[in-house]
């Protein structure tokens, strides 16, 4: 009697029949009762182990994982494995750059070097004209660089009716010890350079000579987000107008519970938003009536929106890279997939370099468009639940991969306003979140803010410092709506 033992290398166990036979009944059952046990148990730890070894495998290569949370040894990304190839430093073609002359109306001092003899025959040269060859700047801090302004506020006693009044700061004068353009640098600090409130007082006191306690850095930032509110709010607004825009998320910490840091982007705006979950009631308070092309990922919050959807390539290009890691018949689905990405992505560039239009742009992603739906179709029969089931929701939702290729102005991924929520989730790892309504609000402002100017090329610094002298003196501020086009 040959039997087949579940979980065996060598499955195939030979009984003589005779001693098959002499075995009581009842142990035939035992056994076969056993070895049906026995199956089920290994089955079921067999999905655990492929459950745990892909987890186990999951990189910024195949998954929504950052690059930083890579272990040692993890391969680059696809498309970026010859870049070891490339010397470092400049490539051959790159325009080379050079430190900019500050004009003499900048320079503060002159000092003028002139030979006093002849470096070849040492002959004197005092009676000759010195002629300019060369002027050679250097930069230097200020041992007090900063500008300190007195006011002293007096009182007068009224001779008619024997009261005393007072002096009142001047409109515009804040009524802390310091000025919009040092207060705007403090909180560029914390909110740009993500610094914690404790470096800024030192770097404060180190290097500029100002000590500074951690309260007032905290109240300072209050003000600064009352001062660019509006701006906040018109980013909010004009952002709802935008022909096409995306939008992605990530955790945030409120309080020390859970949050949802938001980004939504277009060409020349980037609003952030932190909300108290991601549920589609939050998301739908983000994108507000926002009417346009709207690129995402698959996130069912998403669901509610009517309008265009774009749904971004570089998460099916981990999808894909997923599949072809899992056994038996995903690997050639994920394989395959990964193909048509790369023939998709091919045929982009050449429309971004002007090779083809967008007429033959449409015309040439048919072919690829057709196949990958096949692939798609075959993937939700490979036998394997996780890529079985990828491929019935990019199957629901097909029409969303291809808005890029019939509508212009629409980007096949999402990459722009990932980099922008990268942004804010490092800022949560340093300073895990916010732990007050105002520093909440203190930080989807200043983000908002300081990623929209640096689209439209405005100083981050400036448009603070005028914010906050308007701000001040009760006026209408910068704006940061952008000009109709």
Excluded at 120 to 129: I, N, P, Y
Excluded at 240 to 259: F, M, P
Aim: aromatic fraction near 6%; proline fraction near 5%; glycine fraction near 8%.
């Amino acid at each position: 009697m040959r039997f087949q033992v579940p979980g065996l290398t060598a499955s195939q166990i030979d009984v003589p029949d005779s001693d098959w036979a002499a075995t009581p009944k009842s142990v035939h059952e035992a056994y076969g009762r056993v070895i049906a046990a026995m199956g089920a148990t290994i089955s079921t730890l067999q999905k655990r182990l492929d459950v745990l070894e892909e987890k186990l495998n999951t990189n910024s290569r195949n998954s929504g994982k950052p690059p930083s949370s890579d272990p040692p040894g993890t391969l680059p990304n696809r498309g970026k494995q010859n870049a070891g190839e490339r010397k470092k430093g400049g490539q051959p073609g790159h325009d080379g750059r050079t430190r900019r002359v500050f004009p003499e109306q900048e320079v503060d001092n002159v000092v003028d070097v002139a030979p006093k003899l002849c470096g070849s025959c040492g002959h004197s040269l005092d009676e000759v004209e010195a002629l300019p060859y060369l002027a050679h700047q250097i930069l230097e801090l200020l041992e007090k660089p900063y500008f300190i302004t007195e006011y002293r506020l007096q009182s007068r006693l009224c001779p008619c009716c024997n009261q005393t009044s007072h002096g009142h700061l001047p409109e515009g004068v804040s009524p802390r010890n310091f000025g919009p353009r040092l207060t705007a640098a403090l909180s560029l600090m914390a909110g740009v350079f993500h610094m914690s409130r404790r470096d800024i007082t030192s770097l404060a006191k180190d290097i500029l000579g100002i000590e500074i306690s951690l309260g007032t850095v905290s109240s300072l930032e209050g003000l600064v987000t009352d001062a660019i509110a509006g701006a906040h709010q018109e980013v909010a607004e004009a952002i709802q107008k935008e022909e096409v825009a995306g939008i992605d998320d990530s955790s945030w910490r409120k309080d020390n519970k859970y949050a949802c840091l938001w980004a939504m982007t277009s060409s020349r705006l980037t609003l952030y938003r932190i909300t108290v979950d991601k549920s589609e009631k939050s998301a739908a308070s983000v994108v507000g009536d926002f009417s346009g092309v709207l690129t995402s990922d698959r996130a069912k919050n998403l669901d509610f929106f009517q309008g265009w959807r774009q749904t971004c390539w570089a998460h099916l290009d981990r999808h894909f890279k997923r599949m072809s890691e899992r056994p038996g018949l995903s690997q050639q689905v994920g394989l395959d997939a990964m193909a048509v990405h790369d023939q998709v992505f091919h045929v982009w560039h050449q429309y971004k370099a002007e090779v083809i239009d967008a007429d033959q742009l449409f015309d040439t992603l048919k072919g690829p468009r057709i196949e990958l739906q096949a692939i798609l179709e075959r993937g939700t029969r490979c036998g394997h639940t996780k890529t079985q089931n990828t491929c019935f929701n990019l199957l629901e939702i097909y029409d969303r991969l291809w808005t890029f290729s019939y509508l212009e102005g629409v980007e096949p991924t999402n990459n722009t306003t990932e980099q922008k929520i990268r942004t804010g989730v490092l800022w949560r790892r340093t300073s895990h979140g916010s732990q007050s309504e105002r520093g909440t609000r203190f930080a989807e402002s200043i983000l908002t803010v300081a990623a929209t100017c640096r689209q439209q090329g405005l100083s981050v610094l400036a448009f603070l410092e005028e914010s906050l002298v308007s701000f001040l003196k009760k006026i209408p501020g910068p704006t940061l709506r952008p000009a109709p086009t």
